[in-house]
């Protein structure tokens, strides 16, 4: 059974630009979550969808955006990149949700970079 | 406000030895709590997890206890594999998939 799957792995962006990264859960998982990780914060929930509806969000200026797609599948929207976005963005899914006791599995993360 | 935070920031063992690595949390009312591994370069790796219901709970080379009593949890990894050096973090459910997570302990094995 494949694992969660973000692509791309490795990106480099300019200030002011806008980036999206994809992301492909567990087969049969519905909710999707994403995290941003950095030296300094580290791991920080940015939102949740589940069945295309985002549940939650975290503390992140309206910059930062999500969707979910019917699939399943998720991407997430960084528009007028600041350098302080530069972090590895996480993907997780799960059956369900964590509270409900179920497992949040991890892919291996976007690295972004923004010069 | 309420939190999950770790004890200390690295731990450097031999090989063969075991590990424990400590995690305090705040909230009492948490049930459920998950282990995960993260490998430079890596995302985090569920390691195992644990119920407020149970006391202790043990998986392949790793055991976790929980003391709700001082609202701690600790990871044992027996044996100490060079591969197991990575970063270990203690995670909390707060609502749906919004985990939250400690610092996170570096462990390093010497060999």
């Known amino acids: 059974k494949a694992g969660v799957t973000q692509t791309p792995r490795y990106l480099i962006k300019t200030r002011g630009q806008q980036v999206t990264l994809s992301c492909s859960p567990i087969?049969?998982?519905?909710?999707v979550s994403w995290y941003q990780q950095t030296p300094g914060q580290g791991l920080q929930f940015l939102f949740e969808y589940f069945s295309e509806t985002q549940r939650n969000k975290g503390n992140f200026p309206g910059r930062f955006s999500g969707r979910q797609f019917s699939n399943s599948r998720s991407e997430m929207n960084v528009s007028t990149l600041e350098l302080g976005d530069s972090a590895l963005y996480l993907c997780a899914s799960s059956l369900v949700g964590a509270d409900s006791g179920n497992t949040i599995y991890f892919g291996e993360g976007s690295w972004l970079t923004v010069v | 406000g309420e939190s999950v935070g770790l004890h200390l920031p690295t731990l450097s063992v031999q090989e063969g030895d075991n590990s424990i690595i400590n995690c305090a949390y705040s909230?009492?009312?948490?049930?459920?709590f998950i282990w995960y591994k993260q490998e430079s370069g890596k995302g985090p790796q569920f390691i195992i997890d644990?119920?407020?219901?149970?006391d202790k709970r043990q998986g392949q080379r790793v055991t976790v206890l929980l003391n709700k009593t001082v609202k701690h949890l600790s990871l044992q990894i027996a044996a100490t594999q060079p591969g197991d050096s990575a970063v270990y973090f203690c995670?909390?459910?707060?609502?749906?998939?919004?985990?939250?997570f400690g610092a996170g302990t570096r462990l390093t094995v010497k060999p």
């Open positions: 087969s049969g998982h519905r909710s």
């Open positions: 909230n009492s009312a948490s049930d459920y």
């Open positions: 644990i119920r407020s219901n149970m």
């Open positions: 995670a909390e459910p707060y609502n749906n998939n919004d985990m939250r």
